[in-house]
Each structure stands twice: as structure tokens, then as C-alpha cells.
């Protein structure tokens, strides 16, 4: 969910942090570039771009298990605050308990006296999105 966000908000956290660009080695999982494992701290997020298998934002721990595969692109680390971090989980809760809903192709719906429509959230889609829903937290992080 952070890649969305990030993504969303086109900003990827990564203010005076190291990026790295060249050549990349994952085997067993783990990104094998020396000067990327001498650098990385524990919990710290980082993104990788130009993999086939791994584009994404993804926190680095000691299960961290990625795609194996040799890529050229770049990698760089991120400062994600925690407010972000944490608005991730709430979005991803929301998404668990409404997307089924969102997603159905059926816009409205009656049975015995019940009926209902789904709300249009203002623009041309059909449901409310996570993006429309987050609006007003996701702006304090957004760059233009």
C-alpha cells in the first residue's frame, strides 16, 4: 500500500537520503549490493525502480523476501514519516472492510423493502475511493 501512496501523493520520502543507481543482484531473496547492505538501517523503508520483479517500496528486515533476479535501475532510501506509515495500515483496514463492495459491479439494489445505491463520492466512478475517502490526510504529504 505505501508504493499507492507514495504514488498518490507523488512524493517518495526520500529528502537527503542516499539513492543508489547501477546494476543490482537479488539472490536469496536479499539485494546483494555491498554498499546498499553497509548503508540500510533496520526498519528503514527504500524503494527500487526499474525491476521486473520488485518495483515497490518495501521495509528492510531481516525476513524481508524479495524476487530473485539481476536488474539495472536505482534504489533509494526513504524517510517515511510515521503519520504516513500509519495512515497505510488505516487505509488498508478500510480497503479489507469496503473494497468487496466498491469493486461489485452492481450499483444498486432491492429486496423485500430494502434498497439501496451506492453513493457516486463526487466523481466519475461508480464508489468512493481510498484516494477520495483520504483526501484530506493525504494532502498534508501531497507535492504538486
Known amino acids: 500500500m505505501l508504493s499507492e501512496i507514495c504514488q498518490e501523493l507523488k512524493n517518495w520520502f526520500d529528502r537527503n537520503q542516499p539513492k543508489f543507481h547501477g546494476d543490482f543482484e537479488i539472490s536469496d531473496g536479499k539485494i546483494t549490493d555491498e554498499a546498499f ?69 452492481y450499483q444498486s439494489e432491492s429486496f423485500g423493502g430494502y434498497s439501496y445505491n451506492k453513493s457516486s463520492g463526487g466523481s466519475d466512478s461508480s464508489a468512493p475511493s481510498w484516494q477520495s475517502t483520504f483526501a484530506s490526510k493525504l494532502n498534508l504529504w501531497r507535492k504538486i
Open 37 to 105: 547492505i553497509v548503508a540500510i538501517q533496520n526498519n528503514q523503508y527504500f524503494r527500487i525502480i526499474g525491476s521486473i520483479f520488485n518495483d515497490g517500496v518495501y521495509k528492510y528486515t531481516d525476513d524481508l523476501e524479495l524476487t530473485d533476479e539481476s536488474f539495472s535501475g536505482s534504489i533509494w532510501f526513504m524517510a517515511i514519516p510515521k503519520e504516513v506509515i500509519a495512515l497505510s495500515t488505516e487505509i488498508t483496514e478500510w480497503l479489507t472492510k469496503y473494497g468487496e463492495s466498491i469493486n461489485s459491479p
